[in-house]
């Protein structure tokens, strides 16, 4: 008999599966799907172990504080996956922008507001639409294989400001995918491990996933997926 169940790496699968597991009863701890509305509002038998996007969304409003304070710059652009967990995240740095006072009194202007599909394979026009805009920062939530391409055309077309992006994907991801660390020189994400993946830190994690699962590798992504729950 099932006690409890535990996974979930995608805010749309887990959101979708929601009224069977609700219906169950039986307790199920969320890996690491990160949409708010999975826990809110509160469910019985359902308990999130993962820093979901709503306090990720206040962190990267406050972090758009200091950028504005900063730098005198004000003009916004948010280009958002266009499932549950673009759509939440972007939603989140919303709301966030509501509970973090600026403190000087210079409000952020919000001159984009985009999306971006899962599998886009040019991304141009969200690139173009920023240019256009003259956006001084973006916030662009997209998973690893869409944030690529974007990064990719970003760099080719010269859009050289700030983009910063949730949990999905990290900026030592996607110069491999990308194959280029000049793409990700400003590219900036939450993350979510107290060291580096190479770090003595981290060795406790590393040591065992080598030895007993040595087809797979240690990055971000698999502790995340398939490697985090074996």
Same mark, same amino acid.
């Given at each position: 008999k099932v006690f409890m169940l535990q996974g979930g790496e995608c805010s749309a699968a887990v959101i979708a599966s929601m009224p069977i597991i609700k219906k169950s009863g039986?307790?199920? *701890? *969320?890996a690491g799907?990160?949409?708010?509305?999975?826990v809110?509002?509160?469910? @019985?038998? *359902?308990f999130h172990g993962w820093v979901d996007n709503s306090s990720g969304g206040v962190m990267?409003?406050?972090?758009?504080?200091?950028?504005? @304070?900063e730098t005198g710059k004000t003009? *916004? !652009?948010v280009i958002a996956q266009t499932d549950e967990w673009g759509q !939440?995240?972007? @939603?989140?740095?919303?709301?966030g922008l509501e509970f973090v006072p600026l403190g000087n009194g210079t409000a952020p202007e919000m001159v984009v507001d985009g999306q971006i599909a899962p599998d886009v394979t040019d991304a141009t026009a969200q690139v173009q639409t920023l240019k256009n805009a003259k956006v001084d920062i973006a916030f662009v939530y997209a998973y690893p294989d869409p944030m690529s391409v974007f990064l990719r055309d970003a760099h080719q077309q010269g859009l050289d400001i700030p983009i910063i992006t949730g949990g999905g994907t990290y900026p030592e991801d996607q110069v491999d995918r990308i194959g280029s660390r000049e793409a990700v020189d400003n590219f900036f994400s939450s993350f979510c491990l107290s060291a580096?993946?190479?770090?003595?830190?981290?060795?406790?994690y590393r040591d065992p996933l080598k030895k007993y699962y040595p087809k797979e590798t240690f990055?971000?992504?698999s502790m995340l997926g398939a490697s985090g729950a074996d």
């Amino acid at each position: 008999k099932v006690f409890m169940l535990q996974g979930g790496e995608c805010s749309a699968a887990v959101i979708a599966s929601m009224p069977i597991i609700k219906k169950s009863g039986i307790p199920f *701890v *969320v890996a690491g799907a990160a949409n708010h509305a999975i826990v809110s509002p509160p469910t @019985k038998n *359902v308990f999130h172990g993962w820093v979901d996007n709503s306090s990720g969304g206040v962190m990267h409003a406050k972090l758009l504080r200091s950028f504005i @304070k900063e730098t005198g710059k004000t003009r *916004v !652009g948010v280009i958002a996956q266009t499932d549950e967990w673009g759509q !939440g995240w972007a @939603k989140s740095f919303m709301d966030g922008l509501e509970f973090v006072p600026l403190g000087n009194g210079t409000a952020p202007e919000m001159v984009v507001d985009g999306q971006i599909a899962p599998d886009v394979t040019d991304a141009t026009a969200q690139v173009q639409t920023l240019k256009n805009a003259k956006v001084d920062i973006a916030f662009v939530y997209a998973y690893p294989d869409p944030m690529s391409v974007f990064l990719r055309d970003a760099h080719q077309q010269g859009l050289d400001i700030p983009i910063i992006t949730g949990g999905g994907t990290y900026p030592e991801d996607q110069v491999d995918r990308i194959g280029s660390r000049e793409a990700v020189d400003n590219f900036f994400s939450s993350f979510c491990l107290s060291a580096p993946l190479t770090s003595p830190e981290l060795a406790q994690y590393r040591d065992p996933l080598k030895k007993y699962y040595p087809k797979e590798t240690f990055d971000l992504n698999s502790m995340l997926g398939a490697s985090g729950a074996d």
